[in-house]
């Protein structure tokens, strides 16, 4: 198989471990942690746990240069943003302004990558925003931003067609250090936050220890093991089509909040996943059926 469809594999899996992210949060929710510390620790304790592989790995952080740092800073304002939007605005609405991004990444691309603008690639997009507002019910119309938590999801969907277009760019940088690079800076970028918030309603740490034993695991086997394979593939593929990819996202969210929240889960849901899953195949038959016409 070739490394393309590997990659194009690890990408839509990645986009499936980022449709579960909401589990750990309401289940650190639950158990008395507030929204906005749920998110702190989400994001914290896998920045602590990669501290060590960035001392150990400085020296190649350091060869990596101001473009690694640059991708690093990046992924950490998508993380940061993206999860802010959630906080403030209506997740139905964040996650429309945030996957609005393969139309950036495809902008982008063809800025900085000279990637042309092709008709399936267009075909892809439609499909999977066809498919997205369908699943997320907006029958309204385009969400237009109206607070900061929809800006925030504008911000956070840039900032990932940013750091798609970075990795592209500059595929000769290591996964093992853009992965350590994405964890570092997210918990860089939250120290100014815990400062504009305060830390009045921060959890006992007690409390927070309490929760590592389901914690780590998640974040061992899923977070992070999602993001290493995005660092490793992303690099390998065209920006738009993994913006398209990663709308996996929304299909694992439906799918799993219909599993654990008795979410609805019909034939609207079903249509929409079909389309999306339609989108990200699009371009791959494509590619098999001009391999097979020069065979």
Same mark, same amino acid.
Do not use: C, D
């Given at each position: 198989m070739r490394i393309?469809?590997?990659?194009?594999?690890?990408?839509?899996?990645?986009?499936v471990a980022w449709g579960l992210f909401w589990i750990p949060l309401r289940a650190l929710n639950m158990a008395g942690i507030d929204k906005f510390w749920a998110f702190v620790v989400f994001n914290a304790v896998p920045a602590l746990i990669v501290l060590p592989l960035l001392f150990w790995r400085w020296k190649y952080h350091r060869s990596g240069g101001r473009w690694l740092f640059a991708i690093g800073i990046a992924l950490g304002v998508t993380q940061i943003f993206y999860s802010l939007s959630v906080l403030h605005t209506e997740i139905v609405r964040a996650m429309v302004l945030f996957y609005f991004n393969p139309v950036w990444t495809m902008?982008?691309?063809?800025?900085?990558?000279?990637?042309?603008?092709?008709?399936?690639?267009w075909a892809a997009i439609a499909t999977a925003f066809a498919g997205m507002m369908i699943i997320l019910r907006v029958e309204s119309g385009f969400p237009w931003p109206e607070n900061i938590g929809d800006w925030s999801a504008l911000v956070a969907g840039l900032a990932w067609a940013?750091? +798609?277009?970075?990795?592209?760019?500059?595929?000769?940088?290591?996964? +093992?250090?853009t992965f350590t690079q994405n964890f570092v800076w997210t918990g860089v970028l939250l120290l100014p936050l815990i400062v504009l918030t305060g830390t009045s309603n921060a959890p006992p740490m007690a409390l927070v220890l309490a929760q590592l034993w389901w914690l780590l695991p998640f974040l061992f086997l899923v977070a992070m093991t999602?993001?290493?394979?995005?660092?490793?593939?992303v690099p390998k593929l065209n920006p738009a089509i993994v913006g398209i990819l990663y709308m996996t996202e929304i299909s694992a969210g439906a799918i799993s909040a219909a599993i654990l929240s008795?979410?609805?889960?019909?034939?609207?849901? +079903?249509a929409g996943i079909c389309l999306i899953t339609l989108a990200a195949i699009l371009e791959s038959v494509r590619d098999l059926w001009r391999e097979r016409r020069l065979a």
């Open positions: 393309e469809i590997w990659a194009k594999i690890a990408v839509a899996l990645s986009g902008v982008l691309a063809r800025v900085f990558l000279k990637e042309a603008f092709t008709p399936i690639r940013s750091s +798609i277009v970075l990795l592209r760019f500059h595929h000769e940088q290591k996964p +093992i250090e999602g993001v290493y394979a995005s660092m490793w593939a008795n979410e609805p889960f019909g034939p609207r849901e +079903i």
